[in-house]
């Protein structure tokens, strides 16, 4: 069992498939997002009938926020609120706020099948690019689609004689286990959420489709546990922690290098608006070049982007194979974007601050 410290080196945001509708579920004022509690605004607003069908007619006239706020006035936010977030956006033009996962208590956090989640894809994806090398001299390109769907159960599942393999208990991260990494409260932040977008435009900043986002905020740090069986190291030939963290490492530079080629001298490179983005990419690189042997770099969450939650292994089988076959698979309405390269758009906020990476350290 190891002891782990979760540090955010970027914001993070893992939804719990919520959003939060303005008025109704949230207000603003004064620089200030209040995440309203209706258990707690039930004892405010009162019982009186008259007021509670002013409030039902404030809420069906869309001006239940201004009900509220008129009710609440000169009340301790505390008294109405589960939760209040600084927030100096002017949010005029969004009405609702995706929500990040909180606890009982009213705690962010990061659950730990997020983060093993992370984990089998990094394993997965090393595993698969050894893999392919292998099997590209062998296979005829047309068998691929088979391989494909059956590359996980290979890669991922043992044999164990009575079981068959594609069974949840020959999975080999049944023998690994990672405990919620809770914050503490008042960690949150709100942004604005937007995209770097291959549009056909000379700038790649796409503001049409902005989402108000709450997040754990960069640089907050938590713990959880961490306990690997014996077992999973055998059956993956991974030798131990400090082996395992450098695999990690070397999948997420890995990503970030082809997403720094791709912006800087690949098909993203005659466009403008991703200086910021790249920076902070290029910052990300030297957190893991320093990276000490307990340390490890890891990519989580909402905005992570294909290449991170896919590992893209995909993309190292044959470039036209990957175009034709797995594209389609992967981009809704494909035909429209065939002209673009896969994929065209990236998650950000509207400063280019970019989502998902957290540094583990074993303590």
């Known amino acids: ?36 509690s209706l258990d707690k605004l039930g004892s405010v607003i009162g019982t009186d009938e008259t007021i509670i069908r002013q409030w039902l007619d404030a809420i069906n006239n869309g001006k239940s926020g201004t009900f509220i706020m008129n009710r609440v006035k000169d009340t301790p936010y505390t008294e109405y609120t589960k939760r209040r977030i600084s927030c100096s956006l002017d949010i005029t033009q969004q009405s609702t706020l995706k929500e990040q996962i909180h606890d009982g208590l009213g705690r962010p956090y990061i659950p730990g099948s997020s983060i093993k989640g992370a984990f089998r894809t990094a394993v997965m994806s090393t595993f698969a690019n050894e893999d392919i090398e292998k099997r590209l001299n062998k296979e005829d390109l047309q068998n691929w689609k ?45 942004i604005r959420q937007v995209n770097l977008n291959i549009t056909g435009q000379k700038t790649l900043l796409d503001n049409k489709k902005q989402q108000l986002v709450e997040t754990i905020r960069k640089g907050v740090c938590s713990q959880c546990r961490l306990k690997i069986a014996d077992d999973f190291y055998q059956k993956t030939g991974i030798c131990d922690l400090q082996d395992f963290f450098e695999l990690i490492n070397n999948h997420t530079y890995q990503l970030i290098c082809d997403e720094i080629e791709f912006w800087d001298k690949g098909e993203g490179a005659d466009y403008t ?28 969450g909402h905005a992570s982007g294909w290449r991170f939650i896919t590992g893209a292994w995909l993309e190292k089988i044959d470039k036209d194979y990957f175009k034709k076959e797995i594209v389609p698979l992967c981009r809704r309405n494909n035909k429209i974007y065939e002209e673009y390269p896969f994929p065209k758009s990236r998650r950000i906020d509207d400063m280019s601050n970019v989502f998902g990476f957290v540094k583990l350290i074993s303590e």
């Open 273 to 300: 608006g991703q200086d910021h983005y790249l920076n902070q990419l290029d910052g990300i690189l030297d957190m893991i070049d320093d990276c000490k042997p307990n340390e490890c770099v890891l990519r989580i």
């Open 146 to 190: 088979k391989v494909i769907f059956g590359m996980e159960n290979e890669l991922l599942h043992f044999d164990t004689g009575e079981r068959k393999k594609n069974s949840p208990s020959a999975d080999i991260f049944r023998y690994l286990s990672i405990g919620d990494a809770y914050f503490d409260k008042g960690v949150e932040n709100v």
């Open 1 to 36: 069992m190891s002891e782990i410290k979760i540090e955010t080196i970027s914001q993070v945001h893992i939804g719990n498939g919520v959003f939060l509708q303005e008025g109704n579920d949230f207000i603003v004022e004064d620089n200030n997002i209040d995440i309203l």
